[in-house]
Nanobody
């Protein structure tokens, strides 16, 4: 059983920064790609960023490119999302997720992800 637990959400003013963390347990963390997704009230879940199993490749949604950075620490079984220059439109519940395929590249396809965390709320005030 895989467990993913997010932390680091909160309330921040527009232009501010937050760093989200995702702690993983339950299997060999370093063999699987990880991703961050978000869901705003009344909207569908959308892709934010993903990182390959080694950390060598990343992909981002156009809406966050240049502002957000995904990273991972395989020794600590952690994935991070550094969010800078936050906008009110970034307000959402943010979840981390992991794929179920070994040594795959980063993917923005929600259907490629098998295990999900409970999420952490990010609210950006204008």
């Amino acid at each position: 059983q895989v467990s993913l637990v997010e932390s680091g959400g909160g309330l921040v003013q527009a232009g501010g920064s937050l760093r989200l963390s995702c702690a993983a347990s339950g299997r060999t963390f370093s063999s699987y790609s990880m991703g961050w997704f978000r869901q705003a009230p009344g909207k569908e879940r959308e892709f934010v960023a993903a990182i390959s199993w080694s950390g060598g490749r990343t992909v981002y949604a156009d809406s966050v490119k240049g502002r957000f950075t995904i990273s991972r620490d395989n020794a600590k079984k952690m994935v991070y999302l550094q969010m800078n220059s936050l906008k009110p439109d970034d307000t959402a519940d943010y979840s981390c997720a992991t794929t179920n395929g070994l040594y795959t590249g980063p993917t923005g396809d929600l259907n490629d992800y098998y295990y999900w965390g409970q999420g952490t709320q990010v609210t950006v005030s204008s």
